[in-house]
C-alpha cells in the first residue's frame, strides 16, 4: 500500500480539490472564479514538478551570474594559509571555494539526517 501511495505522490497527475460545501457547485456547475470565468483542469493545477525544475534552473543561473561578476572583481591574489598548504589564490576564488566547502559540509549533515529518517521510518512500516 505504501508503495502504491509513493506511485501516486510521485506521479504528474493534477490535484483533485476538495469537493466545494457550496449548492451551486455541488450541482454539476462547472466552477467559476469571479468575474464569471470557467476553471479548467490547466487553472486547477498549481504546482508541477516541470514548474520547480524551471525555477531552479532560472534561479541558478541568476546565482552564477552573481558569483561570475563577483569573482571577475575580485581578482587581487591572497595569500591562504590552512595547516601544511599554503596557496596564492584570486579572492574571489578562495570566498567561492570556501562557500562550496561550506555548503558540502551542510548538505553531508542534511543527507545524513534524511538517511536517519528514512532509516526510522522503515522500522515503523515492518
Known sequence: MAANEDRVRDSEEPVKIPASTDPEEQSGA???K???V???AYDQVKHTRSASLWSGLVGGAVILLVLL???VQNQQNTQ???LFWEANLPLGVSLLIAAIL???VVGSAGGLR???LRRAAKK???
Do not use: E
Request: proline content about 4%.
Open 102 to 104: 561550506g555548503a558540502l
Open 38 to 40: 470557467t476553471l479548467d
Open 124 to 126: 515503523l512500516r515492518d
Open 114 to 116: 534524511i538517511f536517519q
Open 34 to 36: 469571479d468575474g464569471g
Open 80 to 82: 591562504i594559509n590552512l
Open 69 to 71: 561578476a563577483f569573482i
Open 30 to 32: 462547472p466552477a467559476k
